[in-house]
């Protein structure tokens, strides 16, 4: 008998262990609700999209998943709070593919000056401890692993997250070589949402991953937050301010749109206090221009620019100087 259970855990040692089941992030029927904010001018989030994936496209015989978003909006006041809806319109963003079979996930990216075209690997779950990863600083062109645009990143340790389907993934943890402090991890199955999407959609901000779903089931994060459907659609070609950065105490407000549409505008300071009184307007198809009234003795610094319009929520920042 004693030798029988001797044999029997010699022979359970040498049977394969098996692997945790890979999750993959680029499903169909996910959805993320990305948040952006700003540390230094804002202390909360300020404005947020919904990110999925719908169709594909092929490049070179690859196959590349269409990253698609629609804004969360609120009520159009000050601050940016919740109850949330999600603006009508959906707007393609990316192009992003995942090998299952080396876990990874990588974005095409194409440089509208140069024409330049390139693929970016955004995520690899296959690391192990000690292996240094470069992200990507902005997804907006290639980068080159030998100028600025990367973040070199040393993975010190690998855990394990619960899923709220009760499916279990792994969370990679991260040092940097430069102090890019609010970007530590990313989950498996999840990503990350300065990763996810690229840093600057209208504006110059961060982001931050809200809540995944996975076919309308919550998975991940605080998924209360929208609660409908904003109406009427709307389309916008550009948002400029000119001039930008201004020595005179007055700024104009370009954009062109493809539908006639309501306009807010109000400008605060970096700290999210209203500088001065919301203007109306109504905008028509086509080109568009105002000039926002500002205080006599406005003070030389940094401003935002709040342009409130059907489906989204858009601040650019403006300087004195």
């Given at each position: 008998?004693?030798?029988?259970?001797?044999?029997?855990?010699?022979?359970?040692?040498?049977?394969?262990?098996?692997?945790?089941?890979?999750?993959?992030?680029?499903?169909?029927?996910?959805?993320?609700?990305?948040?952006?904010?700003?540390?230094?001018?804002?202390?909360?989030?300020?404005?947020?999209?919904?990110?999925?994936?719908?169709?594909?496209?092929?490049?070179?015989?690859?196959?590349?998943?269409?990253?698609?978003?629609?804004?969360?909006?609120?009520?159009?006041?000050?601050?940016?709070?919740?109850?949330?809806?999600?603006?009508?319109?959906?707007?393609?963003?990316?192009?992003?593919?995942?090998?299952?079979?080396?876990?990874?996930?990588?974005?095409?990216?194409?440089?509208?000056?140069?024409?330049?075209?390139?693929?970016?690997?955004?995520?690899?779950?296959?690391?192990?401890?000690?292996?240094?990863?470069?992200?990507?600083?902005?997804?907006?062109?290639?980068?080159?692993?030998?100028?600025?645009?990367?973040?070199?990143?040393?993975?010190?340790?690998?855990?394990?997250?619960?899923?709220?389907?009760?499916?279990?993934?792994?969370?990679?943890?991260?040092?940097?070589?430069?102090?890019?402090?609010?970007?530590?991890?990313?989950?498996?199955?999840?990503?990350?949402?300065?990763?996810?999407?690229?840093?600057?959609?209208?504006?110059?901000?961060?982001?931050?991953?809200?809540?995944?779903?996975?076919?309308?089931?919550?998975?991940?994060?605080?998924?209360?937050?929208?609660?409908?459907?904003?109406?009427?659609?709307?389309?916008?070609?550009?948002?400029?301010?000119?001039?930008?950065?201004?020595?005179?105490?007055?700024?104009?407000?370009?954009?062109?749109?493809?539908?006639?549409?309501?306009?807010?505008?109000?400008?605060?300071s970096t700290t999210g206090t209203p500088?001065?009184?919301?203007?109306?307007?109504?905008?028509?198809?086509?080109?568009?221009?105002?000039?926002?009234?500002?205080?006599?003795?406005?003070?030389?610094?940094?401003?935002?620019?709040?342009?409130?319009?059907?489906?989204?929520?858009?601040?650019?920042?403006?300087?004195?100087?």
């Open positions: 008998m004693k030798f029988l259970f001797h044999f029997i855990f010699l022979l359970f040692l040498s049977l394969p262990t098996q692997a945790q089941e890979y999750a993959p992030l680029l499903q169909e029927g996910k959805t993320w609700d990305i948040y952006h904010w700003d540390s230094e001018f804002f202390p909360s989030t300020i404005s947020g999209v919904q990110c999925f994936i719908q169709g594909d496209s092929v490049i070179g015989n690859v196959t590349y998943k269409h990253l698609r978003m629609r804004y969360i909006l609120d009520d159009g006041e000050w601050p940016y709070l919740p109850p949330f809806h999600l603006g009508t319109n959906d707007y393609f963003y990316a192009l992003m593919r995942e090998d299952t079979a080396s876990q990874q996930v990588f974005s095409y990216f194409t440089d509208t000056n140069t024409g330049e075209s390139a693929e970016v690997l955004v995520y690899d779950f296959s690391l192990q401890p000690g292996d240094t990863i470069y992200f990507p600083q902005e997804l907006s062109l290639p980068p080159d692993i030998n100028n600025c645009c990367f973040w070199e990143a040393h993975l010190d340790s690998i855990s394990s997250v619960t899923l709220q389907n009760a499916k279990v993934v792994r969370q990679f943890h991260f040092t940097f070589s430069d102090d890019w402090s609010y970007f530590r991890n990313y989950i498996e199955s999840l990503g990350n949402g300065p990763l996810l999407i690229p840093f600057t959609l209208d504006f110059e901000f961060g982001a931050t991953m809200g809540c995944v779903q996975l076919n309308g089931d919550p998975i991940w994060g605080n998924c209360n937050k929208i609660v409908g459907v904003s109406e009427p659609p709307l389309a916008l070609s550009s948002i400029q301010l000119i001039p930008n950065p201004a020595s005179s105490r007055e700024v104009s407000i370009q954009l062109r749109l493809e539908k006639a549409t309501p306009i807010r505008l109000q400008l605060f500088i001065s009184p919301p203007e109306f307007h109504d905008c028509f198809p086509g080109a568009n221009q105002w000039t926002l009234p500002l205080p006599p003795d406005l003070s030389i610094g940094a401003y935002f620019v709040q342009i409130q319009l059907a489906d989204r929520l858009v601040y650019k920042k403006w300087v004195l100087y």
